[in-house]
Every structure is written in structure tokens, then in C-alpha cells.
């Protein structure tokens, strides 16, 4: 996960306020993806991006937002926090090609912890 | 029905015996699949990725595939006490979406 940086890696925030959350790529990758990991649940995704201004929504994309204005950055914003989007939060890339010489693999960065009051 | 299923564990097995980690999945058409580790409070680590029915072997880790029986297992031989983690299995559907199971736990005791 070298080439991919979150931020914050640790946030506290009160409910109904505004979260935003970083993710950073040098690996020039097409797609990338916002998950949550929740024990029980293991991962879910919530929007991914197919590239600059294209984005989608996940299983569990209720609540949340994102943008994508530049290839390297994919930002996931919490409009208005609550106690039900405390989690894990996963960035991950995964760049096209021919699957035999590794393509399509998910990369994800270190994960930001946020915890809603 | 999920996409992909896992039994969560936890599984445990002394040092130097072989773990077996079973996966299934739902949809017929998926054709990529995928063996993740996660250490506790570490992001997901790719091991082993499968494409095709059988076995694929690296290192210690051997995967196998069978895609009638819809079924993917990930074997580790020789088990040792770092081996001890978090495995996930993924599928990439034929709508070129990646789906997870929740994971198996799995302890090495020395």
C-alpha cells in the first residue's frame, strides 16, 4: 500500500457534523473505492470511481458522498456524522490489464478509523 | 443470499499443520478470485489470487478453484504462529464488482 495514503488515519467527531475523509494514490489507477469494515460485516462497499468525475454507488452508500476532480484523489465526505457510521474506512485502487499479469487486484491504503460521538 | 460466504471461525490448528479455509459463492459467471490477509487493525494484503479450475500453488499457500461446485479453498501448509490472522476471500461478479466474505479467523498455536 505505498502508493496509497489516507487521511486522517484517526478521527473523533461529534454527531451531525460534517467528516471528510482523503485518499491519495501515486499509482495512476482508473478505479478506486471507498469500504467500511465492521465486524460481522466484513467489507462493504460504499462509492467507487471509475475515473475523474465518474463515481457510483455501493451496497451502502446511504449517508455518504464522494468526489473525484483529480486521478490521484478520491475523497469520501459524512454530510452529517452519526453514531451508525463509526468504522473502518478503506481506500483501495486497482488498475486494468490482463488478469494474468496481475491486474485487476484490489491495493488498499492503511484505513481511517472514525469514531462518532 | 450474499455473494460470497465464509465460515467466520475462528479456526485454530497447532504449528505445523496444514489450515484449510473455505469460501463458496453465488454467482456462476464470476471468473476472479481472491485470497486477502488481515493482520488485527492492518488493512487487507493480497496472498493469493485464481483464475482457472485447480490448484495454484505459492510458496506454502495453495488455492484451488472449482467453479461447478462454485467453491474456493485456500490451504496453508505448515503453519506458523505469523500465519495467524484474518483471511478473506473475494470474487469479482460478472458486473466487474468486487464482493467480500466476512472473513475466517485464524489462530496457530505454537
Known amino acids: 500500500d505505498a502508493g496509497i495514503t489516507q487521511s486522517p488515519r484517526h478521527k473523533v467527531t461529534e454527531t451531525g457534523t460534517p467528516v471528510t475523509l482523503r485518499c491519495h494514490q501515486t499509482?495512476?489507477?482508473?478505479?478506486m473505492y471507498w469500504y467500511r469494515q465492521d465486524p460481522g460485516h466484513g467489507l462493504r462497499l460504499i462509492h467507487y470511481?471509475?475515473?475523474?468525475?465518474?463515481?457510483d454507488k455501493g451496497e451502502v452508500s446511504d449517508g455518504y458522498s464522494v468526489s473525484r476532480s483529480k486521478t490521484e484523489d478520491f475523497l469520501l465526505t459524512l454530510e452529517s456524522a452519526t453514531s451508525s457510521q463509526t468504522s473502518v474506512y478503506f481506500c483501495?485502487?486497482?488498475?486494468?490489464?490482463?488478469?494474468?499479469?496481475?491486474?485487476?487486484?484490489?491495493?488498499f491504503g492503511a484505513g481511517s478509523r472514525l469514531t462518532v460521538l | 443470499q450474499k455473494e460470497v460466504e465464509q465460515n467466520s471461525g475462528p479456526l485454530s490448528v497447532p504449528e505445523g499443520a496444514i489450515a484449510s479455509l473455505n469460501c463458496t459463492y453465488s454467482?456462476?459467471?464470476?471468473?476472479?478470485f481472491f485470497w486477502y490477509r488481515q493482520y488485527s487493525g492492518k488493512s487487507p494484503e493480497l496472498i493469493m489470487s485464481?483464475?482457472?479450475?485447480g490448484d495454484k500453488e505459492d510458496g506454502r499457500f495453495t488455492a484451488q478453484l472449482n467453479k461447478a461446485s462454485q467453491y474456493v479453498s485456500l490451504l496453508i501448509r505448515d503453519s506458523q504462529p505469523s500465519d495467524s490472522a484474518t483471511y478473506l476471500c473475494?470474487?469479482?461478479?460478472?458486473?466487474?464488482?468486487?464482493?467480500f466474505g466476512t472473513g475466517t479467523s485464524l489462530t496457530v498455536i505454537p
Open positions: 483501495a485502487t486497482r488498475w486494468e490489464g490482463h488478469v494474468r499479469s496481475g491486474a485487476n487486484v484490489l491495493t
Open positions: 499509482e495512476n489507477h482508473r478505479y
Open positions: 470511481s471509475y475515473g475523474v468525475k465518474d463515481t
Open positions: 454467482d456462476r459467471g464470476s471468473q476472479s
Open positions: 485464481i483464475y482457472s479450475n
Open positions: 473475494a470474487v469479482i461478479s460478472p458486473g466487474n464488482q468486487f464482493y
